[in-house]
């Protein structure tokens, strides 16, 4: 009864490939993110959706695609991948503002991409 | 100057001891302010909720906003080896989705 589960935990490819990654949560969340964390552990916001809308792009290359089918699911395509995208990514969730006062972020497991 | 500033540490301290750990910040929009805690290899986990001025305890923890000094703690009573982890602090405006994190400071509990 995973809260955010991302797939896979670990990916390792090499230059150039497009890979995926994908995420879901079973809390009834409306909104959706996609977190970047580097070698040095710093946590930035990638994308946001609400509700399959986005919300939120933070200078992402566009190399980056996040796609939402529904408000459960939140995947993150990536092309042509590069050294420096080497990182963890996490996936996380809230609910919508407005209904409950805290609208924090529950992360899920992260997704540790080696790019070689 | 960054949005947040947290000093990475590492920070070493035997079990029993205090420990504050501290952010700063530069936005004055700033209103949702949250500690996060990260074990090795796993996703951040939500620890400490405040909103706006003010104090907050849960247990062991207790949160501080500051808002006049723009600045955050955490400050965590009887430490145990269990609370070996890095501790982020995130803030975010009011009406936006996007947190703000600080970079993490690294907390090793010594039996």
Excluded at chain 2, 55 to 68: I, L, M, P, W
Aim: net charge positive; aromatic share 12%; with cysteine.
């Amino acid at each position: 009864d995973t809260a955010v589960s991302q797939t896979p935990k670990y990916l390792v490819t090499q230059m150039g490939n497009d890979k995926s990654i994908k995420c879901e949560q079973n809390l009834g969340h409306d909104t959706m993110y996609w977190y970047k964390q580097d070698s040095k552990k710093f946590l930035k916001i990638m994308f946001s959706y609400n509700n399959k809308e986005l919300i939120i792009n933070e200078t992402v290359p566009n190399r980056f695609s996040p796609k939402s089918p529904d408000k459960a699911h939140l995947n993150l395509h990536i092309n042509s991948l590069e050294l420096g995208d080497s990182a963890v990514y996490f996936c996380a969730s809230s609910p919508r503002r407005g209904v409950v006062e805290r609208t924090e972020a529950f992360f899920g497991q992260g997704t540790r991409l080696t790019v070689v | 100057q960054k949005e947040v500033e947290q000093d990475p540490g590492p920070l070493s301290v035997p079990e029993g001891a205090i420990v504050s750990l501290n952010c700063t910040y530069s936005n004055s929009a700033f209103q949702y302010f949250m500690w996060y805690r990260q074990y090795s290899r796993k996703g951040p986990e939500l620890l400490m909720y405040t909103y706006s001025s003010g104090n907050k305890e849960d247990g062991r923890f207790t949160a501080q906003v500051d808002k006049s000094s723009k600045y955050i703690s955490l400050f965590i009573r009887d430490s145990q080896p269990s609370d070996s982890a890095t501790y982020l602090c995130a803030m975010r405006q009011g009406g936006s989705e996007k947190l703000v994190f600080g970079k993490g400071t690294k907390l090793t509990v010594n039996p």
